[in-house]
C-alpha cells in the first residue's frame, strides 16, 4: 500500500508560481511512476504531468508545456510540481498519483479502471486574475 500526501497549494496571482510536493510512504519509492492531475469545479479529471521512476522521462499536457515542471527526490520520498507564469484556468485541485507499472501515456495513467492505481486527496490551487 502507497499513500500520498500533497502540499505547497494556495491562492496566487497570475503569473505568479507555485511548487507542489507529494510525499509518499513506504520505501519503494524509486520503484513508482509518479504522476499529477488536476480537477477544476465541474470538468473531468485531467492529466497534468507525470515522471518515471528514475525520473528519466517525463510527459506533459499541452496545456502546461513549457510553464510547469515535474522532478522528484527518490532519497526523500518526494515528487514535485513546479508551476510558473500560473494562469487562472489552472486552478484546479491538484491531484497526486503512483503505481508501481510503467505508463506511456497520460491518458493510460489517468484512466479511471486501468491507470494509476495510487492517489493523494489533493490540495487546491487557486489563480486569481
Known amino acids: 500500500q502507497v499513500q500520498l500526501v500533497e502540499s505547497g497549494g494556495g491562492l496566487v496571482q497570475a503569473g505568479g508560481s507555485l511548487r507542489l510536493s507529494c510525499a509518499a510512504s513506504?520505501?519503494?519509492?524509486?520503484?513508482?511512476?509518479m504522476g499529477w492531475f488536476r480537477q477544476a469545479p465541474g470538468k473531468d479529471r485531467d492529466f497534468v504531468a507525470a515522471?518515471?521512476?528514475?525520473?528519466?522521462?517525463?510527459y506533459y499536457a499541452d496545456s502546461v508545456k513549457g510553464r510547469f515542471t515535474i522532478s522528484r527526490d527518490n532519497a526523500k520520498n518526494t515528487v514535485y510540481l513546479q508551476m510558473n507564469n500560473l494562469k487562472p484556468d489552472d486552478t484546479a485541485v491538484y491531484y497526486c498519483?503512483?503505481?508501481?507499472?510503467?505508463?506511456?501515456?497520460?491518458?493510460?495513467?489517468?484512466?479511471?479502471?486501468?491507470?494509476?492505481?495510487?492517489w493523494g486527496q489533493g490540495t487546491q490551487v487557486t489563480v486569481s486574475s
Open positions: 498519483a503512483a503505481d508501481f507499472r510503467s505508463f506511456t501515456t497520460g491518458q493510460a495513467m489517468g484512466d479511471r479502471t486501468t491507470g494509476l492505481r495510487y
Open positions: 515522471i518515471s521512476r528514475l525520473g528519466v522521462s517525463t
Open positions: 513506504g520505501r519503494t519509492f524509486s520503484s513508482l511512476t
